[in-house]
T-cell receptor
Framework: EPEVTQTPSHQVTQMGQEVILRCVPISNHLYFYWYRQILGQKVEFLVSFYNNEISEKSEIFDDQFSVERPDGSNFTLKIRSTKLEDSAMYFC??????????FGSGTRLTVV | EDKVVQSPLSLVVHEGDTVTLNCSYEVTNFRSLLWYKQEKKAPTFLFMLTSSGIEKKSGRLSSILDKKELFSILNITATQTGDSAVYLCAVANSGGSNYKLTFGKGTLLTVNP
């Protein structure tokens, strides 16, 4: 069964550093998303991406965040200057204009 | 603002019991309601319910959607310890080319042997 692949599975970074979280969505999918889950809290929408541009972003997705699909297969989330409160599990997801969603296994980001 | 409320927040049962998990929602431009099981990491898909499919069943799991009353339930019969997980309910809205999901806080189900 096709999978959404995320790397790394765990990243530790110092406050103020830039991080890039990587995702390889399912190849024939058209819509890509990033969600995050702070420990003990609900899964929250960050951003959706379609046709090489952001289609919607949440209030969380401020100027410190950016997304890119640099080469037609990878989909990245960049956090420019990490803060302690950015520590969370980040999930990438994709779908194909049907109703279902496939999530990746997540990247646990720890900001120290 | 879209809203999803799940109840109960946690539940402890014995193997063999039947459980019912609840999800109520408020969403603009409703497209679908989805149930996920989250064990350690990524949510894994269980069911999707839409206007054209308001009841789904897979093995011991089943779900219904009441679009009039804006809620859904997930039933698990003959529970097993492997059913222990957080069950997430999410609603998708269809704002143009975007299928954003709004999640509830989840129900933590613990099945004891």
């Amino acid at each position: 069964e096709p999978e959404v692949t995320q790397t790394p599975s765990h990243q530790v970074t110092q406050m103020g550093q830039e991080v890039i979280l990587r995702c390889v969505p399912i190849s024939n999918h058209l819509y890509f998303y990033w969600y995050r889950q702070i420990l003990g809290q609900k899964v929250e929408f960050l951003v959706s991406f379609y046709n090489n541009e952001i289609s919607e972003k949440s209030e969380i997705f401020d100027d410190q965040f950016s997304v890119e699909r640099p080469d037609g297969s990878n989909f990245t989330l960049k956090i420019r200057s990490t803060k302690l409160e950015d520590s969370a599990m980040y999930f990438c997801a994709s779908n194909d204009d049907s109703y279902g969603y496939t999530f990746g296994s997540g990247t646990r980001l720890t900001v120290v | 603002e879209d809203k999803v409320v799940q109840s109960p927040l946690s539940l402890v049962v014995h193997e063999g019991d039947t459980v019912t998990l609840n999800c109520s929602y408020e969403v603009t431009n409703f497209r679908s309601l989805l149930w996920y099981k989250q064990e350690k990491k990524a949510p894994t898909f269980l069911f999707m319910l839409t206007s054209s499919g308001i009841e789904k069943k897979s093995g011991r799991l089943s779900s219904i959607l009441d679009k009039k009353e804006l809620f859904s339930i997930l039933n698990i019969t003959a529970t097993q310890t492997g059913d222990s997980a957080v069950y997430l309910c999410a609603v998708a809205n269809s704002g143009g080319s975007n299928y954003k999901l709004t999640f509830g806080k989840g129900t933590l189900l613990t099945v004891n042997p």
